[in-house]
Every structure is written in C-alpha cells, then in structure tokens.
C-alpha cells in the first residue's frame, strides 16, 4: 500500500489549506483514511479520520474547522482546513488501515501557519 499527500504549505492564521492523499495498492473494501500531525517535540496525534461507510471522528480542537471528506472510488482522502491557527502547524500524514493492527503511512506534508 502506498500513500501519496500533498497540498500542505505556508499560509496567514485565519487561512485555508486543502491537503489531500490517494492511496493504491489497497484492496481493502473497507477501510478507515485519515490524517496525524506530528509538530516540534510532540507526539503524533489523530487530527481526523473516516470510514468507508462515512463515520467520522475528530480531535477536539479541529472540530468546526477541519472537515474530513473522501472519495472511495479514487480511495482518495481530503482535510479541509478552515480557520488556521499557529497552533496547527505541524507535519500532517496520511494514514490508511483496515481496521486491523495494520497501519499504513504517506511520507507527510508540511503545514505551516503564521501569525
């Protein structure tokens, strides 16, 4: 399986980013996609995630912000990203699992949020 993001970049507190990660190699007819960041001397934490079926689940200080969305047929995830604050800069990776102990990561993108 591989993971392909992109979409991360600069952008003013207040602005919008758009990453997305299409993934191949799969063949997991269900699945959960979703996206980590990672910043300085922190640990990795969930941002968002969905299920095939459309579950959703958000970490508490993106929700109203992020919308998580995705295309099954281009297994293909998204992370609309409103209202950037500081606090959001970090390196986001995309994450696919079957819903097992696997766990599959794309390289990460780079997300940076000036004030």
């Known amino acids: 399986v591989q993971l392909q993001a992109s979409g991360g970049g600069l952008v003013q507190a207040g602005g919008s980013l758009r990453p997305s990660c299409a993934a191949s190699?799969?063949?997991?007819?269900?699945?959960?996609m979703g996206w980590y960041r990672q910043a300085p001397g922190k640990q990795r934490e969930l941002v968002a995630s969905?299920?095939?079926?459309?579950?959703?689940n958000y970490a508490d200080s993106v929700k109203g912000r992020f919308t998580i969305s995705r295309d099954n047929a281009k297994n293909t995830v998204y992370l609309q990203m409103n209202s950037l604050k500081p606090e959001d800069t970090a390196v986001y990776y995309c994450?696919?699992?079957?819903?097992?102990?696997?766990?599959?990561w794309g390289q990460g993108t780079q997300v940076t949020v000036s004030s």
């Open positions: 190699g799969s063949g997991f007819r269900t699945n959960v």
């Open positions: 969905k299920t095939t079926s459309g579950s959703t």
């Open positions: 994450n696919l699992s079957p819903g097992d102990w696997r766990n599959y």
